[in-house]
């Protein structure tokens, strides 16, 4: 047997569960929105990374390497050579404009 009672309860459930659906929905919109966007190419290079960027073998970049200014600094993270996307980026450039 149900009742008035009974009815207007299952009423209030429902209400209750679509306004969750809802509010769940809104989250999951709201923290999409919010992630930060994936880089699209890495901040830091290896060496490896930046002589694939530039053309040239692991040798020859070794070479490069150990000339004095030839190379834009390194940053060292974990004791392995690291370079900064931006300033390979500007030292191509102005290899290019020689």
Not at 12 to 28: F, G
Not at 54 to 70: C, K, N
């Amino acid at each position: 047997m149900s009742g008035p009672c009974d009815e207007r309860v299952l009423v209030e459930i429902t209400k209750t569960n679509e306004l969750l659906d809802a509010l769940l929905s809104e989250l999951r919109r709201l923290r999409a929105d919010t992630r930060p966007p994936e880089p699209e190419e890495p901040l830091l290079l290896s060496p490896r990374e930046f002589a694939r960027l530039i053309g040239i073998s692991d040798r020859t970049f070794r070479r490069m390497r150990a000339e004095p200014g030839v190379l834009p600094r390194c940053v060292m993270i974990a004791g392995k050579p690291r370079w900064k996307r931006a300033d390979v980026d500007a030292w191509v450039a102005s290899r290019k404009s020689r």
